[in-house]
């Protein structure tokens, strides 16, 4: 039963949308999963069947990114959170760099500073979070033991749409929020995370991708659960993981290849953010995006109405009319669209509809 009388248009930025085949086929094999009698949640994770899951979503993963094979896919809990941690507590010796674009790499500093010297290179706080060094631009400190920085920044909305060139400084990147958007040069990352409840599946699951010379920078003796090479080692099961966060990944990669995979959903994505920015600078001045232009994402689309009180209106108006989660960070108000992987582009075309509706009565 294909059912979309219940469905709303979830703009939400985290948990965020899922394809809505990956959901029916989860209610398809809910009670009993290839042919079981169990759900997935109620199966061994040491199981023959769990194993085919989880090789499945890591397969997955490396073939849309296209990943060399000195790359691991591990699957970790904590969410991105949890590595603004554990990335410092195993690789910052002394000092490393951090790319501040947004509050989510404002919080990555500040739990790296609990493990060494920050060098904070770039501070996009003086443009209030509107913009992203220029290509070229920065400078990389001697010594810093990495250089981290957050591809898209979720609640500010705003990309690079570059990869760091940085020589042989290990690159972390936190892709929470555009993994598998776009195609990236996977091979100038030493690393790259990401919660999955932006782009890839369910919360409660993060992916940490890390190539093998990274991976042996891990300190030894690490506690078990911080050690990524202990992680990697046991393929991600060095305890019990989330198996239900997991299979709904491994679900989302199958649909995503169904799309045909990540170079054409990262036209589509193109699209939808184009139509919506158009709607945006084709106002008169009625919505301003808060990101430069340059710097404007295409997965978080921030704006602004003439008046809070508008940004509030707007809000509760579009959700009369079916469309949920557009309300901005509690940090920053506004509107926020949130247009990921799963969000359809009919969708964006009703916002934008809608959009020049309420201007039109709100001028
Ligand atoms: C959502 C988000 C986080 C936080 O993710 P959690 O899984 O809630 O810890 C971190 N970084 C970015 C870029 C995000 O979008």
Request: proline fraction near 4%; glycine fraction near 10%.
């Amino acid at each position: 039963m294909q059912d979309n009388s219940s469905r709303i248009l979830n703009f939400s930025s985290g948990p965020g949308v899922l394809p809505q085949p990956v959901l029916l086929r989860a209610r398809d094999e809910m009670l009993s999963i290839e042919g079981s009698g169990m759900s997935v949640m109620e199966i061994s994770h040491r199981s023959e069947l769990f194993e085919g899951i989880l090789s499945k979503a890591e397969s997955g993963i490396r073939d849309l990114l296209d990943l060399p094979y000195n790359y691991k896919v591990l699957f970790l809990q904590g969410g991105a959170t949890f590595q603004f941690s554990m990335v410092p507590l195993n690789f910052l010796r002394g000092s490393a760099d951090y790319v501040v674009t947004g509050t989510w790499g404002e919080k990555a500093v500040k739990e790296a500073q609990r493990c060494g010297d920050v060098n904070v290179i770039y501070d996009g706080k003086a443009s209030g979070y509107g913009s992203i060094p220029h290509k070229g631009d920065m400078r990389y400190s001697d010594g810093a033991s990495y250089v981290h920085y957050t591809s898209n920044e979720t609640i500010d909305g705003v990309e690079f749409d570059y990869d760091l060139n940085t020589g042989s400084l290990p690159v972390i990147c936190d892709a929470s929020s555009n993994i598998l958007s776009k195609p990236i040069d996977t091979g100038r990352y030493s690393m790259i995370y990401a919660g999955a409840q932006k782009n890839l599946g369910p919360s409660g699951v993060t992916i940490v991708i890390i190539n093998d010379e990274l991976l042996e920078r891990v300190p030894d003796g690490q506690h078990s659960l911080l050690d990524y090479r202990n992680i990697a080692a046991n393929n991600s099961m060095a305890n019990t993981p989330n198996t239900w966060g997991i299979y709904l990944i491994s679900l989302v990669c199958d649909w995503l290849k169904g799309q045909g995979g990540v170079e054409a959903i990262a036209g589509v994505n193109e699209q939808k953010a184009k139509v919506l920015y158009a709607a945006i600078d084709n106002s008169d001045g009625f919505y301003r995006g808060k990101a430069d232009p340059s710097a404007r994402s295409r997965m978080n689309v921030t704006f602004r109405l003439p008046a809070a009180m508008l940004d509030e209106k707007f809000c509760s108006e579009a959700e009369q009319n079916g469309m949920n989660g557009l309300r901005g960070h509690r940090t920053v108000g506004g509107v926020r669209a949130s247009i990921y992987n799963a969000f359809p582009a009919e969708g964006v075309n009703t916002l934008t509809e809608f959009m020049s509706d309420f201007a039109a009565r709100h001028r």
